[in-house]
């Protein structure tokens, strides 16, 4: 079974960058598009990037330069950088697999979520 | 982007009650459509893809309707299992986004 789980500081403090780690188990990540979203106070989400199977990323403009998706294929893992934070960044973060091996599209597993908050 | 409007963000219902969710995209997104669950403690749960083909292992008392902007999750027949929170997500174009979510609470 594909499993994800999602790892990192559950306190950041502001203009400091955020880093998180998803280690999935079950599935490679040489396979499928793996993705970062993260849900804010009051429900809100909101689509990160992606991570593809070859190693080619994509991120939502919103987030800028801030954001960078790497991944370490021997560990079966992928990261997310977030640099200059702010505590608009306080959220849950997830990340997740992209249900078609192709493309990204939906999500058909998810981690269960670490909770940051930034805060000095 | 296009916004995802999800019009009710509570409902409540109760146990075998039917219920339907709306989610409206500000463009055609075709049926380029997500439906998914959440409940506390829990990872979220794909039910939904391309706005009507249930997930595997997704209850048949759930269905989705719509194409183009304007979209529906029907659950029939409520179980208790089925309170939570109930997002769509459009994955026509990037950046792929979702709706506010609607809280499905037991009356």
């Known amino acids: 079974e594909v499993q994800l789980q999602e790892s990192g500081p559950g306190l950041v403090k502001p203009s400091q960058s955020l880093s998180l780690t998803c280690s999935v188990t079950?599935?490679?990540?040489?396979?499928?598009?793996w993705g970062w979203i993260r849900k804010f106070p009051g429900n809100k989400m909101e689509w990160m990037g992606y991570?593809?199977?070859?190693?080619?990323?994509s991120y939502n403009p919103s987030l800028k330069s801030r954001i960078s998706i790497t991944r370490d294929t021997s560990k079966n893992q992928f990261f997310l950088q977030l640099n200059s934070v702010t505590t608009e960044d306080t959220a849950t973060y997830y990340c997740?697999?992209?249900?078609?091996?192709?493309?990204?599209?939906?999500?058909?597993?998810w981690g269960q979520g670490v909770m940051v908050t930034v805060s000095s | 982007d296009v916004q995802m409007t999800q019009s009710l963000s509570y409902l409540a219902a109760s146990p075998g009650e039917s219920v339907s969710i709306s989610c409206k995209a500000s463009?055609?997104?075709?049926?380029?459509l997500a439906w998914y669950q959440q409940k506390p403690g829990e990872a979220y749960k794909l039910l939904i893809y391309?706005?009507?083909t249930l997930q595997s292992g997704t209850p048949s008392r759930f269905s989705g309707s719509g194409s183009g902007t304007d979209f529906t999750l029907t659950i029939r027949s409520l179980e208790p299992e089925d309170f939570g929170l109930y997002y769509c997500?459009?994955?026509?174009?990037?950046?792929?986004?979702f709706g506010a979510g609607t809280k499905l609470e037991l009356k």
């Open positions: 463009k055609s997104i075709s049926n380029y």
């Open positions: 991570i593809s199977y070859s190693g080619s990323t």
């Open positions: 391309s706005g009507s």
């Open positions: 997500q459009q994955y026509y174009e990037k950046p792929n986004t």
């Open positions: 997740a697999r992209y249900g078609v091996y192709y493309g990204p599209n939906y999500f058909d597993y």
């Open positions: 079950g599935y490679s990540i040489t396979s499928n598009y």
